[in-house]
Structure formats: structure tokens, C-alpha cells
């Protein structure tokens, strides 16, 4: 068992919605903080360093609302994973 | 997602709800001051056929929705699909599962409904008395003349409405396209 606790994330989107309405749709997929950075700025486009960081980080959830909102994720550039022991693992050690 | 929240959320993407309301006044505007030439034109001729009269109101109210229809729908779903296709070409990518493509989609509908309903309504409720009349319900006044007076409050309305979006004053506004309505039916009794 893991759990995702932090990413650091390379987007690129339109400039709407703007980074305030992006972030509210990406935090409204599961219970993390979004932290946004504004990177580049372009005639069309953006690029965001997004940095969402929670107890277990549903990242398929967070991908879907990246491309719902017409961006699209460059790549992934810090993980941070805990991983826990379960009852099952600890009994067949 | 809520559909108005939605609705909403595309318009916002589409930037839409602006040329919604121009769209509404501007063909609403279209429909009132065509019933207005119609029913002043009737009530200078001294015609009393009511039937005749709606006949006519309603020919042109059902032309002037459907054109508001199918003109606004050709003409948003091609500015929509343009602007879909040049943000997919600035970003690289295809945007055909996102909410821009789904605004892309609906939003034409939308305005072409405000383009059409407008008119349509507003012309409704202009030759409402005509209607009234046909039915037997006893009125204050002439039918035409309740039209007439219908359709300059409608006109009034719509620039009112237009001087409180504006942010200037509504009742100049008003008035401005009062003025307007005048000339209309000046027009209209010299002919």
C-alpha cells in the first residue's frame, strides 16, 4: 500500500478558465491543497507548475480535471509517496 | 456538475453570455419594430380584418424566429468551431473531451434560441390584442392601437434594458429608441 502525498506538475492550458477557476476545479477532485504557479505566459496559453499536496492524492482524478479544463500535463516533475504497511504484509513476514 | 452550473461554466469558456444578450436585443429588437411597421401600417390602412391582420403578425413572427434560429446557430457554431481550432493548434493538442468542445457544442444552440425566442415573444405579446380580439374579450381600447402601444413599451424595454447593460442611463436609453420607433411610424404614415 502507498499513498500519493505531493506531486509537482508541468502544465499547459488556455487562458480560460483562469488559474483561480483551474485550481478550484482541481482541488474540487479530492480532499488536497492546490498551490499554482504561474510559469509562462503566452497569446493563447499558459504554462503552471502545479504543486498539489494531500494525504492520499487520487492522480487519475487530478489527470481528468487537467484535461477537462482543455490542458494538458507536460510532465510530472516531484512525487512524493508514503508507503504503509498493511495487516496482510505484516502477517506474511 | 449541475446543468446551469455548467451551462454556465461554458459560457464562461466561450465567452458566450454577452452575445447571447446582444443577440436577444438586437433581434428582439428587430421583431418589436417589425410588428410595430405591421400593425401601424394596418391601422392606417382601416382595414378591420382581424384574421387578415393576424395571418399577417403571425407569418412574420414565425419568419423572424426561425431566421433569428438558423442564422445565429450557423453563424456561432462556426465562430465556435474556429476558436476551438485555434486554441487545439496553440496548445498542441486535441480538446475534443474537454469542456471547451463541449461549449463549443451547446453554446451555438443557446444563442441561437435567445436570437429566435426574441423575436417571436416579443411579437406574441405585441399582437396579443389582436388575439384577445378575435376571441371576443372586451378591451380598453382598439386592438391595433393596444398593439401599437405594446410594441412601443416592448422598443422602450429593450433600450432601456440595453442603457442599464451599458451602465449609462436607462431612461435616455429608452427614449433614444423611442425616437427611433417614431421615425418608424412617421415613415409608415407618409408612405
Known sequence: MHRVKRLVLDVLKPHTPNVLDFSRHLAEHGSHRVKTCVVEMDDKTETLQLVIEGEDIDFEGIQQAISENGASLHSIDEVEIEGSETEADADSD | ?191
Request: net charge negative; charged share 10%; aromatic share 8%.
Open chain 2, 1 to 191: 456538475m449541475a446543468l446551469l452550473k455548467r451551462l454556465r461554466y461554458w459560457s464562461y469558456l466561450a465567452g458566450s453570455g454577452d452575445i447571447a444578450r446582444r443577440y436577444f436585443v438586437v433581434n428582439g429588437f428587430d421583431g418589436a419594430l417589425t410588428m410595430l411597421g405591421l400593425v401601424t401600417g394596418f391601422h392606417f390602412s382601416g382595414t378591420e380584418d382581424l384574421k387578415l391582420m393576424l395571418s399577417g403578425c403571425v407569418g412574420a413572427a414565425v419568419a423572424l424566429g426561425i431566421s433569428g434560429i438558423s442564422s445565429a446557430y450557423l453563424s456561432e457554431s462556426a465562430e465556435q468551431r474556429r476558436a476551438l481550432t485555434e486554441l487545439e493548434e496553440a496548445m498542441v493538442s486535441d480538446l475534443s473531451d474537454s469542456e471547451h468542445a463541449n461549449a463549443a457544442k451547446t453554446l451555438p444552440v443557446l444563442v441561437a434560441m435567445a436570437n429566435g425566442l426574441a423575436p417571436m415573444l416579443l411579437s406574441i405579446l405585441i399582437i396579443s390584442p389582436l388575439w384577445l380580439a378575435q376571441a371576443g374579450v372586451p378591451l380598453p381600447l382598439q386592438p391595433l392601437l393596444l398593439s401599437i402601444l405594446l410594441a412601443l413599451g416592448s422598443i422602450f424595454f429593450l433600450g432601456a434594458f440595453l442603457g442599464s447593460v451599458g451602465g449609462t442611463s436607462w431612461l435616455v436609453s429608452g427614449v433614444k429608441t423611442l425616437l427611433i420607433a417614431g421615425i418608424t411610424m412617421g415613415l409608415i404614415m407618409l408612405i
